[in-house]
């Protein structure tokens, strides 16, 4: 292999390792890129449980929602846990709750990624109407 080939392909895996460096760093990666405003949902119901899990693929624990609506439970990512604990609003098991955010499937599991929750007066923005995480700082 030439110098200027060898050169070329170091610079490339170079900048490919960069790339994926970028993507892993606060928007949670891939969970950023499934969320669609096609599917944006707005959910009411009642907060049956609050809970830690890490995403598949996913470094950072992220805090969930199990919410019952009318129809039926479904988990709803809120958000990296340090981002979450630094809110001013906090929820808990038998908050009503109304959920803005975008449906999606997950290793065969269907969730919400929450853009937006409303919790009496309070709403509490988790991710801009592009679908871009608040923590993500874009």
Known sequence: MSYARMLRVGVLAIFVGASASISAQPGMGKYQQLYTTGSVETLKGVVQSVYLDTPPGVRTQAVYLSLKTEATSIPVQLGPEWFVQKL????????????TGSKVSVEGKTLVLAAQIKKGAQSTAFRNSSG???????
């Open 88 to 99: 001013p609003t906090k929820f808990e098991k038998g908050d009503a709750i109304e959920v």
């Open 132 to 138: 871009v995480p608040v923590w993500s700082g874009q």
